[in-house]
């Protein structure tokens, strides 16, 4: 029988990407747990097994069980305002809170209604399960007449980031299937990758931009579009076999950082918008199967995922962006220091040198002429150290830039150039 839950929080630190470290927690719940969702650095919930629904407010450090319902089992869950969330599951669990987990609506459908994932959509919530299974909701305690355009088992859906003006959502299901809507839901075109030799589960879908959107599913698969869904591209990686269940992306700064989660421990992340992928190594060793992630920021990243042996969950330490920090020397300088940067002029890359002297929140930034900050580099505590950051300008027009290190109350900015 299983044992306990696994959950990882992933926080971006002074360390290089390709050698992330994982740090473990204990979450005290003895159950799977299925997905996770965060608004903000701290806020955040969790729900799985059990009919539970979890909560933390502070970064994953700390979970208590807010929700619990016998006999079902909640699949998905999703925060979309800060306390406000929605989650659904078997037997036609659904649930709403807007208060911060402290009361919850129950919305549930027929117990032979079985629901995979919900998200809100343009101002509606909705959720999607098995054998056809969708459902809008408009308004609390509301659910509109089932949608009936799609017959098969579906496992997911995202709205494009410009919903409200492209009326744009792909919803992927079984056996390499996926519906698009350009129209805002009121007619749903198939896409089906059969064609394409795709007769893998796709199990979730994220859009990066209105464009360009990342699937994932059974057996490594990998899909990309940049067309905002309407022509898919497998991504040959290379990387992993494994079922990937679950796919979220944060900007940072320059492209999309993408973390895909599956079985067996699976972590991959692609670092320039899901075209190049890899697979982490180096976490502590675990055969446990990983089921959701959220990365609301750059800076923090959640996992949550199957029960296993041990009472304590895996957090990793992590630059997830598109370039990375490094610790070039941990030994304690004297005092801050920003220097300049070098080479410059550069084209395309430059490195980025600071010293702290001690722990501290520290913030690197670039800005534009205008002061407008168009690249968050690091946002997060490092320990005392000097680092190394090397940052791509390969997007950025030539021009004059200024680089900006905050830490506590020390501040200082230069001046750069990208010549190309």
Not at 190 to 203: A, E, K, P, T, W
Not at 287 to 312: M, Q
Request: glycine share 10%.
């Amino acid at each position: 029988m299983k044992k306990i839950l696994l959950i990882v929080f992933i926080f971006l630190l002074g360390v290089s990407s390709a050698q992330s470290q994982w740090t473990e927690f204990n979450t005290n719940f003895p159950y799977t747990l299925y997905d996770v969702s965060f608004f903000g650095n701290f806020n955040g919930f969790a729900c799985g097994e059990q009919g539970s629904i979890l909560k933390t407010g502070d970064a994953a450090a700390n979970w208590e069980v807010v929700h619990t319902v016998p006999g079902k089992w909640f699949k998905s869950i999703d925060q979309y305002g800060f306390g406000s969330a929605f989650a659904v599951g078997s037997y036609g669990a659904a649930y709403l809170t807007i208060d911060n987990g402290t009361t919850w609506t129950d919305m549930s459908l027929a117990n032979d209604i079985h629901l995979n994932c919900v998200k809100l959509v343009g101002g509606s919530i909705w959720a999607v399960g098995y054998n056809g299974a969708f459902y809008i909701s408009p308004s609390p305690g509301v659910w509109n007449p089932p949608v009936t355009q799609i017959p098969y088992t579906m496992n997911s859906l995202d709205p494009s980031p410009d919903y409200f003006v492209d009326g744009t959502a792909i919803i992927t299901c079984v056996d390499g299937r996926l519906y698009r809507t350009t129209n805002f839901g009121t007619n749903w075109t198939q896409r089906n990758l059969q064609n394409q030799g795709i007769f893998d589960y796709l199990n979730s879908v994220k859009f990066l931009t209105p464009t360009t959107a990342i699937i994932v599913g059974n057996n490594g698969t990998v899909l990309r579009s940049t067309n905002a869904g309407h022509s898919w591209t497998r991504i040959n990686h290379f990387a992993t076999a494994e079922h990937l269940r679950k796919v979220d992306a944060a900007f940072n700064g320059i492209d999309f950082t993408v973390v895909a989660v599956g079985d067996n421990g699976t972590i991959l992340t692609s670092h320039d918008g899901g075209l190049t992928w890899a697979l982490q190594t180096t976490m502590p060793f675990t055969t446990r199967h990983l089921y959701g992630v959220s990365t609301p920021i750059i800076t923090n990243g959640f996992i949550v995922g199957e029960i296993g042996t041990s009472a304590t969950a895996a957090a990793f330490m992590s630059n997830m962006a598109s370039v990375g920090i490094t610790n070039h020397n941990s030994e304690v300088p004297e005092k801050f220091n920003l220097s300049q940067n070098y080479p410059n002029p550069f084209n395309p890359s430059t490195k980025i040198n600071f010293a702290i002297p001690q722990s501290q929140n520290v913030k690197l930034a670039v800005y534009d002429m205008t002061g407008k900050e168009i690249a968050l580099l690091v946002n997060g505590n490092l320990n005392a150290g000097t680092y190394e950051y090397t940052f791509d300008g390969k997007n950025l027009n030539s021009g004059v830039y200024f680089y900006r290190l905050t830490a506590g109350n020390y501040t200082e900015t230069k001046k750069m150039s990208l010549i190309k």
